[in-house]
């Protein structure tokens, strides 16, 4: 941690976010994305080499990014914005895949294909809201911008604007939040 070059730090801190041990994780994290730009191209491998499906959840509550509340000691600074961007490029790309793939109001319609693709989407979108609500705490006009990126596509998305998590927020609102 008390490593001057960003990117030997960076380096180092995968080993820790490799260990079994929750709470050196989660240190390993907050030094990893405390590098800023340098430590894009390790989490670029940690997401190819877990997928980043299942992993962009631990990755966000391991930084403290998704709990920043249970964890108020850990503020996050402008560091975080260039690993915080690279993920919400990550999650715009996804969704623009996702959702041109898929039929008009998919949602709505009978059986439990659906209900499973529906369920596993908005599990995801609550993921993708994670990484919104980590870039507004940041607060840089770097992680603004990032976020005004993510709300006028979710604007022009039906689904992502209205149907996050059943309740009708959509990701839209988070990012205007």
């Not at 990014?65 to 690993?83: I, S, T």
């Not at 915080?84 to 490029?89: G, N, V």
């Not at 998919?106 to 993708?128: D, F, M, S, V």
């Not at 059943?166 to 205007?176: A, D, F, I, V």
Request: charged fraction near 25%.
């Amino acid at each position: 941690e008390a490593m001057e070059d960003a990117e030997t730090r960076a380096a180092e801190a995968v080993h820790l976010i490799d260990s079994s041990n929750y709470r050196v994780q989660l240190k390993g994290f907050e030094i990893l994305f405390g590098c800023g730009a340098d430590a894009i191209p390790h989490i670029q491998a940690y997401i190819e080499k877990h997928g980043f499906d299942s992993w962009i959840a631990t990755i966000l509550e391991q930084i403290g990014a998704a709990g920043w509340k249970e964890e108020p000691e850990l503020r996050l600074g402008e560091n975080f914005v260039p690993p915080l961007i690279y993920l919400a490029d990550r999650e715009i790309e996804f969704w623009r895949r996702t959702l041109s793939a898929l039929e008009v109001d998919w949602w709505k319609q009978p059986g439990l294909e659906n209900q499973q693709r529906h369920w596993k989407l908005q599990e995801r979108a609550q993921l993708t809201a994670k990484v919104v609500r980590a870039l507004g705490a940041v607060g840089t006009p770097e992680a603004l911008a990032e976020v005004a990126e993510m709300r006028d596509f979710s604007k022009s998305q039906t689904w992502l604007k209205h149907d996050m998590d059943g309740s009708g927020g959509g990701l839209y609102r988070t990012c205007l939040a």
